[in-house]
């Protein structure tokens, strides 16, 4: 996953400290003139290097982050306060995706002001005596220092930032996608665990407390998504707070089919008057951006479809995961209604 191998962000005082250690080691080894400027070059390709290696290990988030895992990172970030609490900044300034991306532009700079130093004194090395080149390699580990203490706030926001996206869900933007929705308890992780032949793989999730139901599938050489996000699509929007609802809203990017599981049984435990209600809500939200939504109610096994005292459905599909009933008619509709086709390499 794009977050899932970040490094992690070393302190102020602990890249210092590697640094000035490896460099007395260096100078051990050498004599005289050359002990110094093998103890500042030693000092400042490891300041300069690691700076540039915290920035590098990222990605871009203009070009190499979907807009799926891009909203995700941003809904995360805004309730991160990035860096140290005691701080005086304004805290809005260190939070959410932009709060990142300062906090690196920031490290960034400093990685050049190291090599900078670093080329600066070790003119001054070769141009003096023993004595003086002690003198200027001490006053280049300061300035090293200072430079390295000046964003040691921007490298714990950042090692923040790594410990809070780190666990995101592995779930592959590019793959066709069918997010199974509604209420809890309706079916959705039966059916996703049934057509995928496996049992579902559960991919922790910053915004809900069970996990998200992951499934994977293939048809004609092409592998499918099959989604379930309790704690985002299982509930009316109104009941959602506004990360979740940020969360909710990067599934629009992912989605390229929504399959709204009703329960008319009762055995939900939900009036099916409320699940119409969210499924009304699910697909004013999907069919605003043209992603097919397909209604199915399940379990009608124990349900009559004739029975008059229900609301009007308005199903696409009656449908039973427990005895199969329309299982594979569910699932061919979400293939054919995605209409995948994957792009085919050149030909000359």
Same mark, same amino acid.
Request: charged share 25%.
């Given at each position: !996953?794009?977050?899932?191998?970040?490094?992690?962000?070393?302190? %102020?005082?602990?890249l210092?400290?590697? /640094?000035?250690?490896r460099?007395?080691?260096?100078?051990? $080894?050498?004599?005289?003139?050359?002990?110094?400027?093998s !103890?500042?070059?030693?000092?400042?390709?490891?300041?300069?290097?690691?700076?540039?290696?915290? #920035?590098?290990?990222?990605?871009?988030?203009?070009?190499d982050?979907?807009p799926?895992? !891009?909203e995700?990172?941003?809904a995360?970030?805004?309730?991160?306060?990035?860096?140290?609490?005691?701080?005086?900044?304004?805290?809005?300034?260190?939070?959410?995706?932009?709060?990142?991306?300062?906090?690196?532009s920031r490290?960034?700079?400093? +990685?050049r002001?190291?090599?900078?130093?670093?080329?600066?004194?070790?003119?001054?090395?070769?141009?003096?005596? #023993?004595?003086?080149?002690?003198?200027?390699?001490?006053?280049?580990?300061?300035?090293?220092?200072?430079?390295?203490?000046?964003?040691? #706030?921007?490298?714990?926001?950042?090692?923040d930032?790594?410990n $809070? @996206?780190?666990?995101?869900?592995?779930?592959?933007?590019?793959e066709?996608?069918?997010v199974? /929705?509604?209420?809890?308890?309706?079916g959705?992780?039966?059916?996703?665990?049934?057509?995928?032949r496996?049992r579902?793989?559960?991919? %922790?999730?910053?915004?809900?407390?069970?996990?998200?139901? @992951?499934?994977?599938?293939?048809?004609?050489?092409?592998?499918?998504?099959?989604?379930?996000?309790?704690?985002?699509?299982?509930?009316?929007?109104? &009941?959602?707070?506004?990360?979740?609802?940020?969360? /909710? *809203?990067?599934?629009?990017?992912?989605?390229?089919?929504?399959?709204?599981?009703?329960?008319p049984s009762?055995? /939900?435990?939900?009036?099916?008057?409320?699940?119409?209600?969210?499924?009304?809500?699910i697909a004013?939200?999907?069919?605003s951006? &043209?992603?097919?939504?397909?209604?199915?109610?399940?379990?009608?096994?124990?349900?009559?479809?004739?029975?008059? *005292? @229900?609301?009007?459905?308005?199903?696409?599909?009656?449908? *039973?995961?427990?005895?199969?009933?329309?299982v594979?008619?569910?699932?061919?509709?979400?293939i054919? +209604?995605?209409?995948?086709?994957?792009?085919?390499?050149?030909?000359?």
């Open positions: !996953m794009i977050f899932e191998d970040l490094p992690t962000t070393p302190t %102020s005082e602990e210092i400290d590697k /640094a000035f250690s460099a007395s080691r260096a100078g051990r $080894a050498q004599q005289g003139l050359e002990a110094q400027q !103890m500042l070059q030693t000092a400042g390709n490891i300041v300069s290097d690691n700076l540039e290696n915290v #920035v590098t290990a990222w990605p871009d988030f203009e070009y982050v979907s799926f895992y !891009m995700l990172a941003e995360i970030l805004a309730e991160v306060t990035l860096g140290p609490e005691s701080v005086a900044d304004d805290e809005d300034d260190r939070n959410g995706v932009d709060g990142l991306r300062q906090a690196l490290v960034s700079w400093a +990685a002001q190291t090599e900078e130093i670093q080329r600066e004194y070790q003119s001054k090395l070769r141009k003096t005596d #023993v004595d003086t080149a002690r003198k200027h390699r001490k006053q280049a580990f300061a300035r090293l220092a200072d430079v390295v203490e000046q964003v040691d #706030v921007d490298l714990r926001a950042i090692n930032a790594r $809070a @996206l780190r666990d995101l869900p592995e779930i592959n933007p590019d066709p996608t069918i199974v /929705a509604g209420y809890p308890n309706v959705k992780s039966s059916f996703v665990n049934t057509v995928t496996a579902g793989e559960t991919a %922790s999730y910053p915004f809900t407390t069970k996990g998200v139901g @992951l499934g994977h599938l293939e048809r004609d050489h092409i592998r499918y998504q099959l989604v379930d996000t309790p704690g985002l699509l299982d509930r009316p929007p109104a &009941e959602r707070n506004e990360i979740e609802s940020q969360a /909710a *809203s990067a599934i629009e990017h992912l989605a390229d089919c929504v399959l709204v599981f009703l329960d009762g055995g /939900a435990g939900y009036p099916i008057e409320a699940q119409l209600e969210l499924r009304d809500a004013a939200q999907f069919e951006i &043209e992603v097919p939504v397909i209604t199915v109610a399940n379990k009608v096994d124990r349900f009559d479809p004739d029975d008059e *005292s @229900l609301p009007a459905l308005d199903a696409d599909f009656l449908m *039973s995961v427990e005895t199969g009933e329309n594979e008619a569910v699932l061919e509709a979400a054919d +209604a995605i209409d995948y086709e994957p792009e085919l390499p050149f030909e000359g």
